[in-house]
Nanobody, 122 residues
């Protein structure tokens, strides 16, 4: 499975961005991760099937992961009220199986990764 992310950019704090992820094949579990310079890769959100979602506490209420209603093979990460600490390279990843209520945050449980898209918040 190949994944292509898009939608990154530069915004001011408080602004919004919507990231997109398009896998080459339908995958039940998709996760969004981010990595800031000098830091490890952090799980941000994940979606199992059409609508079972998980979020890291720091983005709850601000970020929404979803599948396109017309094409479930397109996924989004809507990011609102962005903060400086949200700045990072964002990756989507696909897992050959369910996300898992705990393992969704573990990057090494994902089998396929996109190339990343940069988000800058000033």
């Amino acid at each position: 499975v190949q994944l292509v992310e898009s939608g990154g950019g530069s915004v001011q704090a408080g602004g919004s961005l919507r990231l997109s992820c398009v896998p080459s094949a339908y995958t039940y579990c998709i996760g969004w991760f981010r990595q800031a310079p000098g830091k490890g890769r952090e799980g941000v959100a994940a979606i199992d099937g059409p609508r079972d979602t998980e979020y890291v506490d720091s983005v709850k209420g601000r970020f929404t992961i979803s599948r396109d209603k017309m094409n479930e093979n397109t996924l989004y990460l809507q990011m609102n009220d962005l903060k400086v600490e949200d700045a990072a390279t964002y990756y989507c990843a696909a897992k050959n199986g369910p996300c898992g209520s705990v393992s969704w945050r573990a990057a090494d449980t994902y089998n396929h990764w996109g190339q990343g898209t940069q988000v800058t918040v000033s």
